[in-house]
């Protein structure tokens, strides 16, 4: 054994949507791994919208430091920045929300 634990957060469709309880759960599942953490999806723009949207929510990044940091791991150019020829600026409509509180430790 190799000392892994397998956690499943599926991510997409109408069942799994993309929304806020999917990075607070991935949160939760970091908060309690004692060591490094291997984050996958088959393409790498699941895992990678999820590890930036965190790093905006919980890690205290910038929306602009997180997404560049997404940018090296697997978020490609949006579709409409290739048919637009030219970069898109993503821009959040408000402060992003605080993190829930932490649940106590047993």
Do not use: N
């Not at 956690?7 to 469709?13: F, H, N, S």
């Not at 088959?42 to 905006?56: E, I, K, M, N, P």
């Amino acid at each position: 054994r190799l000392g892994m634990e397998y956690v499943t957060i599926p991510i997409g469709g109408a069942e799994y949507p993309y929304a806020p309880p999917t990075v607070e759960r991935f949160a939760q599942v970091l908060e309690r791994q004692p060591g490094p953490v291997l984050l996958h999806c088959r393409t790498g723009g699941r895992a990678s919208y999820l590890w930036t949207a965190y790093l905006v929510r919980y890690g205290g990044s910038s929306l602009d430091a997180a997404v560049a940091r997404g940018k090296t791991i697997g978020i490609g150019p949006d579709p409409l920045e290739l048919l637009l020829g030219q970069p898109l600026k993503l821009v959040l409509a408000g402060p992003p929300p605080a993190p829930p509180t932490p649940m106590p430790r047993p």
